[in-house]
């Protein structure tokens, strides 16, 4: 089975674009997760969707915001990118909402210039 | 206070050697706890998850739990030079994942 895939890889944008970056969950997941990793620090939790509803969000910026689709894809936007925003940004997924176990994907690598 | 403290890395161990890595966690609430293993410029790949208190054994890795003290390990026995990476703590009380900064361990040959 196919795990958890992320589009694209790798991004450059320059300050104050916009970014969407895309994750498809493992088959049978219902659970989207984003996280964003810093060089050097653990991934911090941005957002969880469950069947299309938001179930918690992290201490990020309104600039930050996703949604999650009828297939159970997931679209993670950022507005007027910040230098800081240079990050890998990590999809994962799950059974639910819980405390069942998340999966990560190959993550983006997103550089701001 | 820190919601999940690792301890500082780096770590190295000789290879064939056994290495202790270590995490406290501060809400009494987690439920489920987690080891990921990061390859540098990869994302974070599950090792083991534990749920309940004691030893929890898979292959080579031994987590173990005690809620009474907010601690969490991972035991690696054997280590090799591809165990080399940076471990990852998570707890959660549901939903989200809450991470440590991670353990980088190095393992010499």
Known sequence: ?113 | QKEVEQNSGPLSVPEGAIASLNCTYSDRGSQSFFWYRQYSGKSPELIMSIYSNGDKEDGRFTAQLNKASQYVSLLIRDSQPSDSATYLCAVTPGGKLIFGQGTELSVKP
């Open chain 1, 1 to 113: 089975d196919a795990g958890v895939t992320q589009s694209p890889t790798h991004l450059i944008k320059t300050r104050g674009q916009h970014v969407t970056l895309r994750c498809s969950p493992i088959s049978g997941h219902k659970s989207v997760s984003w996280y964003q990793q810093v060089l050097g620090q653990g991934p911090q939790f941005i957002f969880q969707y469950y069947e299309k509803e938001e179930r918690g969000r992290g201490n990020f910026p309104d600039r930050f915001s996703a949604r999650q689709f009828p297939n159970y894809s997931s679209e993670l936007n950022v507005n007027a990118l910040l230098l800081g925003d240079s990050a890998l940004y990590l999809c994962a997924s799950s059974s639910g909402t819980g405390v069942e176990t998340q999966y990560f994907g190959p993550g983006t690598r997103l550089l701001v210039l």
